[in-house]
């Protein structure tokens, strides 16, 4: 079979970027960006559960309510950072945002090395985290969403097999999260788990909330819980979260798709999941990533 290429495929710093990352957009991120100390970013690999952690801040941030009241799409309000679309960078984007400004990144820390090692100043990361069988099928399933240029045409057992060449945008998931890992004592990190929001999502508000320094009551988390839930995000639609994305993605397609964990299980073979499982056993769980 030909080998498939992502749209305007690149590497930098090892790692593979479709296109639309740019490699002086990278660039510009790991050596330059000043962030402000008030800046929130939300950092994680892809499909680890960003877009449910940003309504969450942005929840938080704007209170009940402004999720359904919000007209413009995260694009424009808590700009993915490294992301050029429509003939503008998300580095341009966050320029036009009000304080504290919300920041999305699939970056690891490789990107940020000065913020962290208190070189630059640090914004608040919040990293999320998520079982890597349910992470790569929700990856897998996201890569067939799309329309041209960016549609992917292959099957299941090519996608798992770029990923076990180190291959898929982002580069890999275990080197991304365990990057993030490394500094999860440190003060301007928190690691949240997508299994453990699932299991409770008022405890993992409350936990974003803490951090963030936001003052809450017991329903207030329980009206966020609600209005972040995947019924009401899906309800809302695809294009409040991007309307790039929206229009990038074939019709009838649902960004929300299942929302579950333990769905993997549909799709990969006893030899893909014995690998991933000694993988996880290796690299997570020996670290004290866990996913129960
Ligand atoms: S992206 O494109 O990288 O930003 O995607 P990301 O938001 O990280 O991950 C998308 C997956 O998260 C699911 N999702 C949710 N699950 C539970 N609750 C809520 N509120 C929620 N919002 C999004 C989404 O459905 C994708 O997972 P899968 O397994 O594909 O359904």
Redesign the pocket.
Known sequence: MEDWYYHGEHVFDGATYEGDFRPEDLKCIRDELEFKKDDIVVA?Y???????MQ?IVWLLQHGPGSADTREQSFEELFPFLEFYAEEKSGLERIEEISEPRLI?T?LSTGFYQRQLSGESPCPKFIV?LREPK?LL??FY??HLMYGPPWKFTRDWDYFFEMFREKRLNFGDYFDHALSWWKYRDHPNVLIVKYEDM?KDACGSIKAVADYLNIPTTDTLIQTIAHE???QS?KARGTEKVSSIMAKQMDQGED??????VG?WKDTFTDEQSQYVQDLTASKFNKEGICFD
Request: charged share 30%; proline share 3%; net charge positive.
């Open positions: 994680t892809p499909k680890a559960g960003t877009t449910w309504e999305k699939h999320v349910d099928v929700s399933k996201f699932k972040s839930s995947f995000m960004f929300f798709r299942a929302g579950k769905s």
